[in-house]
């Protein structure tokens, strides 16, 4: 592992993270910013954080700045007090609309950053795709948003990213898909834009042996060995094919061998369910269940803090993961890297903007979004083919570790840091 020095040949790099995710709210978003604030301070950079009131860090290298959780523009103004303060080399604002309640002022950050501190390199890391939503607006914000926008100059701004996208010095995607949706709304981003997908978030738990993962089985219900327990892994909300997924199970629970199906996760905050609509989201998926009449058949786990081994150990008793999306697998769902690091054969859902990195029948195998039957279909030829299973579940597990490990994510961040990507 390389330290900062020697990876962009700086003496000492100052990096202060603004998010408004970060441990304990329960979003992968805030995992993933605490992870690689980590990962960053283990490769000698100095690291900061400005989260909300409530945030914890679990890492002492890590320097916490807390502002109010509700982020307005009295938040902001304290925000770039502090970025004066700590004098950073670089400011990495981590975004998705949702985080901020959908509130305008973050999207201007970068603006007023650069007119307070105009030698700070300033990066904009796109968590996921969905900036300030216009209907959770009111009149204040609207007025306030508008103001804003006459007094940082109205051209190549958006009402969903502000001037995060004009005014940034670069942009960090998680996918390759991400990045070319920012570029169709603004060419600009194409050259000072980067996708780096998430390793695994979570720690990985050591292998289960023979006759742990037998036991833990047993307490489940499954005692023989053509038992098959399906894992599914990450925060529960609309557009993770669940409901498809509870569909497949119902087909599946009519061979002459048991089937489970365990969810390996919860529900994310609040605000991101009544975003959507659906704040009632996990009931509706019980209630789903019970009417298919596969409840009994549904293992769910409750939530596990950051930091914690046992979503790893819950994944080690699954026979074969499935992440069945509406919109298909991409590389910017950390879920699917974690799953892969345990060496699972994973069943995938493909769409046409999945990346060549998944492979068919190679790392993964496909199926069709939104179709139990496609499910069903691709989870027999897994149980059927022990061959394909050992491939799929070594060429999954070596690209989660190799080609999107925590050394390569750091290595790549610390150049769109220091402007050598």
């Not at 990096?15 to 441990?23: D, W």
């Amino acid at each position: 592992m390389r330290s900062v020095r020697e990876v962009i040949g700086a003496r000492e790099l100052k990096a202060l993270f603004i998010t408004a995710a970060f441990p304990p709210l329960r979003t992968g978003g805030a995992d993933f910013v605490h992870r690689l604030a980590s990962e960053l301070a283990a490769r000698e950079v100095d690291v900061s954080v400005i989260a909300g009131d409530g945030a914890v860090s679990h890492d002492a290298l890590i320097h916490m700045h807390r502002v109010s959780q509700k982020w307005n523009w009295q938040t902001i103004q304290k925000t770039v007090s502090i970025v004066g303060k700590v004098k950073p080399d670089v400011v990495d604002i981590v975004f998705t609309g949702w985080m901020y309640h959908d509130h305008p002022s973050i999207s201007f950050l970068p603006t007023l950053i650069k007119r307070s501190c105009p030698n700070i390199r300033v990066i904009v890391h796109i968590e996921s795709l969905g900036g300030i939503r216009r209907d959770k607006s009111n009149f204040a914000r609207a007025a306030s948003r508008y103001a804003a926008s006459l007094l940082a100059g109205r051209t190549g701004i958006s009402y969903e990213y502000g001037t995060l996208l004009r005014d940034s010095d670069a942009i960090i995607t998680l996918s390759e898909r991400d990045r070319k949706e920012l570029i169709q709304r603004q060419i600009e981003v194409a050259a000072k834009s980067v996708a780096i997908p998430p390793p695994p978030i979570m720690p990985v738990s050591p292998t289960l042996s023979e006759k742990e993962r037998r036991s833990e089985r047993a307490r489940l219900g499954l005692t023989n060995d053509s038992d098959l327990l399906l894992g599914f892994y990450g925060y529960i909300y609309p557009g993770k094919g669940i409901e498809t997924l509870f569909e497949a199970v119902k087909i599946l629970r009519s061979s002459a061998r048991e089937v489970k199906l365990m969810i390996v996760g919860d529900v994310p905050e609040p605000y991101v369910l009544k975003r959507e609509g659906r704040p009632d989201y996990l009931n509706e998926l019980k209630k789903l269940a019970h009417d298919l009449e596969i409840y009994e058949r549904v293992v769910w786990s409750s939530y596990a803090p950051y930091g914690s081994l046992e979503p790893s150990r819950r994944l080690r008793l699954s026979d074969v993961c499935v992440f069945p999306f509406s919109s298909g697998i991409n590389s910017h769902n950390s879920s699917f890297w974690f799953a892969a690091a345990h060496g699972l054969p994973i069943v995938v859902t493909h769409s046409d903007s999945t990346e060549p990195i998944f492979v068919d029948r190679e790392n993964v195998l496909f199926a069709k979004p939104n179709s139990p039957q496609s499910l069903v279909e691709a989870v027999n030829k897994l149980r059927s083919d022990n061959d394909l299973r050992a491939r799929i579940g070594a060429n999954a597990a070596d690209a989660a570790n190799e080609l999107f490990g925590w050394t390569q994510c750091v290595n790549e961040t610390l150049k769109v840091y220091s402007g050598k990507f």
